[in-house]
């Protein structure tokens, strides 16, 4: 039972059932290859478009923490910049017990975090665009919602005026590149050009594409590679 919004201690894990949902899916999913930087947060997100017929698109998106420290994952440089806010929050113990995969993911949010930084997309019609078109629309995502401040826009829904200019686009859309996955490298696309993330896109089978979005200021930490998830 949950009262004014206190979770009790053995309320079930979403991130657990969330993981159990992509297990069941009929189709493999991708996420960056294993490395001592990267820790999978477990608990991935996933979006169905579709109608009466059944899901026209699947999509399933995979976050990391990162440490840039892995040796020592008590070393204060392993720590994110955070506001005094945020830091008073995660910082205050409430008096009531809390589920464990709550406490865990609150201690999680100390660290910096590559959101979404690998999607899965099944397309029941797929169309020779899906790879370009997808990539395009993870990078933008990213930067609508992760560098906002950096962009200039504004708190709120963009106006008509905040939707251009930032964007990546088509003529970004490198096709001549390559990128390691599951220990082989293939051929892929990416996105070099953008000042804030880096990103590559792979179709895995005719209707499944594989992309990834790393902020830039991760690059140094981490190797751009994909590997098999589930």
Known sequence: ??????LPPDAPDPFAQAEARV??????????GAQPSLEDDRSPGLGTVGGSGGPGELEVAVGYTVWRNPQDR????????LDEQTRAALDEVPPWPRPDWLV?????????RIWEAVRTTWRRDPTPEDLG???????????????????????????????????????AVNTAASVVVDGTRIPSVEIDTDPFVYAIGVRMAD????????????????????????
């Open 133 to 171: 078109n997808q990539i395009i629309h993870h990078t933008n995502h990213i930067l609508m919602n992760r560098f906002r401040e950096e962009l200039g826009i504004p708190a709120g829904p963009p106006g008509p005026f905040e939707t251009t200019g930032w964007q990546v686009t088509p003529a």
């Open 23 to 32: 297990r069941a899916l009929p189709f493999p999913v991708w996420g960056l």
């Open 1 to 6: 039972m949950e009262f004014a919004g206190v």
């Open 207 to 230: 209707d499944l594409v594989v992309t990834a979005v790393v902020p830039r200021e991760f690059l140094p930490l981490i190797e751009v590679s994909l590997a098999r998830r589930v």
């Open 104 to 112: 865990r993911g609150a201690e999680k949010m100390r660290y910096p």
């Open 74 to 81: 008590d070393d204060p440089v392993n720590l994110a910049e």
